[in-house]
């Protein structure tokens, strides 16, 4: 068994990088965090407050009001999102949060207060974290670096899939639009915009199924993990 390490998985919105990451937590006997939902969990507290996230006076009193951490769920035995002490993991899959997140996700103070948090759970090592700047700000060091993409197209009908369920009248054109303006939020962003950290490995899961991607970053991990 080797030393535990860091992996991260970055990418662009809706490549399946939290399906990835939580797949090999689990292979690995890693713990999965799913950074996107702590974004959206503190996206979700300023909409249900009707505060403003571009008023530094209220960002500084709404981040010293939210408490943010991870359950395994017992029955799924997967790690879900907590805010305040409530169980937000299905809330804040909403669209309505989905259409806000990367504007609050871009404001300097949140991002420091979530990357703050971020590097703390990962302390100990054995974790698996994906997002947007994992391998570029939070994490500059982790020993595997996975940098996620996959054609639009493919992205827009994926994520139509994961919202059908829970919004039977979501449209393909209300996914695509909501797609294309995070991925130009999240791009093009002051602090910490989403790149590719140069020693991250590209994997294009376009034509891949949840198995085989699997297995193709498994072999990342296993290439760089030293005997302990």
């Not at 302390?123 to 947007?132: F, L, N, P, T, Y």
Request: proline share 3%; glycine share 6%.
């Amino acid at each position: 068994m080797g030393k535990k390490i860091i992996v991260t998985v970055d990418g662009l919105s809706s490549c399946g990088k939290s399906t990835l990451a939580r797949a090999l937590a689990k292979e690995l006997g890693y713990i999965y965090i799913d950074s996107g939902a702590m974004y959206r969990a503190i996206t979700l507290y300023f909409l249900r407050n009707n505060l403003n996230w571009n008023d530094p006076r209220q960002v500084e009193e709404a981040l010293g009001n939210i408490e943010l951490h991870f359950e395994t769920n017992p029955v799924t035995q997967r790690s879900e999102m907590h805010l305040n002490g409530e169980n937000v993991e299905y809330i804040i899959r909403d669209i309505v949060v989905a259409e806000k997140v990367s504007e609050v996700a871009a404001v300097k103070e949140i991002r420091s207060f979530a990357v703050a948090a971020q590097q703390k759970m990962g302390e100990k090592k054995g974790i698996v974290m994906d997002g947007r700047d994992i391998g570029t700000t939070v994490f500059p060091k982790a020993e595997v670096k996975i940098f996620m993409t996959a054609d639009e197209a493919v992205r827009v009908e994926r994520r139509f899939a994961e919202m059908y369920d829970k919004n039977p009248n979501i449209t393909l054109e209300e996914v695509k639009t909501n797609i294309e303006l995070r991925d130009y939020i999240d791009s093009n962003r002051e602090v910490s915009p989403l790149r590719k950290a140069n020693d991250a490995i590209v994997l294009d899961n376009t034509h891949l199924s949840e198995k085989e991607q699997l297995q193709a970053a498994l072999k990342i991990v296993q290439g760089r993990m030293q005997p302990a």
